[in-house]
């Protein structure tokens, strides 16, 4: 009876300790916990005695998830821990580049990647021909994703 009065109370703070903690395996080895509790009970007790810890541990579960999801994050620890604010964004435009007129220097080096200055607006990109030094004259050959892939235009 002991064995498994602690492997429930061993779950329950396991469990608790995963609102703080993230992974998730802290939850999961409690919740192994309580369910090795719940087979002792079955093997202790018999059907009825077993029957009586897996109601106690969903009950248990439930609480704590309410505890967790309607109660802490009304509270002033809880406000800290939980996002309370939306954050939007969007990709940003795509641009059409003309790839003969492109023209441009080097912002950073390109190691292969890194930023390039093109038409007064700075964007990563690739070189394909390895490194390239800072202010270095390139070429637009082509775009990849969310970068241009360019060549030393010298």
């Given at each position: 009876m002991?064995?498994?009065?602690?492997?429930?109370?061993?779950?329950?703070?396991?469990?608790?300790?995963?609102i703080?903690?993230?992974?998730?395996?802290?939850?999961?080895?409690?919740?192994?916990?309580?369910?090795?509790?719940?087979?002792?009970?079955f093997?202790?007790?018999?059907v009825?005695?077993?029957?009586?810890?897996?109601?106690?541990?969903?009950?248990?579960?439930?609480?704590?998830?309410?505890?967790?999801?309607?109660?802490?994050?009304?509270?002033?620890?809880?406000?800290?821990?939980?996002?309370?604010?939306?954050?939007?964004?969007?990709?940003?435009?795509?641009?059409?580049?003309?790839?003969?007129?492109?023209?441009?220097?080097?912002?950073?080096?390109?190691?292969?990647?890194g930023?390039?200055?093109?038409?007064?607006?700075?964007?990563?990109?690739?070189?394909?021909?390895?490194?390239?030094?800072?202010?270095?004259?390139?070429?637009?050959?082509?775009?990849?994703?969310?970068?241009?892939?360019?060549?030393?235009?010298?």
């Amino acid at each position: 009876m002991t064995l498994i009065v602690v492997l429930f109370l061993v779950g329950m703070v396991l469990l608790s300790a995963e609102i703080i903690l993230p992974g998730g395996i802290i939850g999961v080895i409690g919740g192994l916990a309580m369910l090795a509790g719940c087979v002792l009970s079955f093997s202790e007790f018999g059907v009825g005695g077993g029957a009586v810890a897996v109601l106690v541990a969903a009950v248990i579960v439930a609480i704590m998830l309410w505890l967790e999801f309607a109660v802490l994050p009304k509270t002033k620890t809880g406000r800290k821990l939980f996002l309370n604010e939306v954050i939007s964004g969007t990709a940003g435009k795509e641009r059409t580049i003309n790839y003969q007129d492109c023209i441009g220097k080097t912002v950073t080096k390109l190691a292969p990647s890194g930023l390039v200055e093109i038409d007064g607006t700075k964007v990563e990109a690739f070189s394909r021909n390895g490194f390239l030094d800072e202010d270095t004259p390139i070429k637009v050959v082509a775009t990849d994703s969310f970068r241009v892939v360019v060549i030393p235009t010298e």
